[in-house]
């Protein structure tokens, strides 16, 4: 067990849990399926008004995702100020930038990431985010080992 | 969204902001550390995330009739095809390049991990390229 979890498990248990509140609350109360990626989109749809982004599913959408994201925001400080925030990443920037680019054109491409086809389709057992979920576990995989051979992220 | 809805789309943010933190899945670090086969907690992340979940969605429409304050439960049906597929391996690809996905690039901004607005704006961009240059059919 501690080889595979150097750091603990509860933690993680307790985090993911606190995570699965939050979306399961946000359902129950409003019947909204909490995935964090659609936000990057539907920001979009304030200075672009390109027929993609002034769809409804983004318009009608940004104000509950900004309060959302907002809150994901103040959550994450209450943690911050309570428990300590780790030492900022040492990730150089142009692999955050170029990852964070490809991250987000990849899930709004295939429509989810890890909170949309990872919480959310798990959870409402969808087998195309069952087959998202490997592709995007397999090509990470591949890639941060990839990354870090060539002297990249640690 | 209405006024009675936004007490509760605040609280699940601040629990699902709160839960990334915690859990330490907003640093970097610990995401690329389980994919690089040093620590396997973030499975223990999504599974808690998971069944907790499942257990709203699938009880609550049963339970509830309708959410307690709004008219229907949303349905987010995902399809099978190729975008899904491609977008997830580029997702990947992205995602085990720095280590950072959507909604910790959210929350970290509360944690004050300045270098991670990197990532948070390249996701900005990333989103805005996907919808510039390959919208798909729009409805």
């Not at chain 1, 109360?29 to 995935?35: H, S």
Request: glycine fraction near 16%.
């Amino acid at each position: 067990m501690e080889n595979l979890f150097p750091f603990g498990v509860w933690h993680y248990l307790l985090g993911g849990c606190l995570i699965g509140a939050g979306i399961a609350l946000l359902f129950v109360g409003t019947g909204l399926i909490g995935g964090a990626s659609t936000l990057f989109s539907s920001v979009c749809s304030f200075f672009s008004q390109r027929p993609f982004f002034q769809q409804d599913r983004f318009v009608g959408s940004r104000g509950w995702r900004l309060v959302y994201a907002l809150g994901m925001v103040l959550g994450a400080l209450l943690v911050s100020v309570t428990a300590g925030a780790g030492p900022a990443t040492a990730v150089p920037w142009f692999l955050l930038l170029l990852g964070g680019f490809l991250a987000g054109f990849g899930a709004r491409l295939g429509n989810g990431c890890t909170s949309g086809h990872g919480v959310c389709g798990l959870a409402s057992l969808q087998l195309p985010s069952l087959f998202a979920v490997c592709t995007f576990l397999a090509t990470a995989f591949v890639t941060a080992n990839v990354v870090r051979g060539l002297g990249g992220a640690r | 969204m209405n006024a009675r809805t936004m007490p509760f789309v605040l609280a699940a943010g601040v629990l699902f902001g709160a839960g990334l933190a915690l859990s330490t899945m907003i640093r970097p670090e610990i995401v690329l550390g389980f994919l690089h086969f040093e620590d396997q907690g973030l499975l223990l992340v999504l599974g808690g995330a998971v069944v907790v979940t499942l257990l709203a969605y699938q009880f609550a429409p049963r339970l509830l009739g309708r959410p307690l304050a709004a008219e229907k439960f949303a349905a987010h049906p995902a399809v099978l095809d190729r975008r899904t597929i491609a977008g997830a391996a580029i997702f990947g690809i992205g995602w085990g390049m720095c280590g950072v996905c959507p909604g910790p690039a959210v929350a970290s901004l509360g944690a004050g991990n300045w270098p991670v607005l990197w990532a948070f704006a390249g996701m900005f961009a990333g989103a805005w390229a996907q919808g510039r240059f390959s919208p798909g059919r729009v409805a």
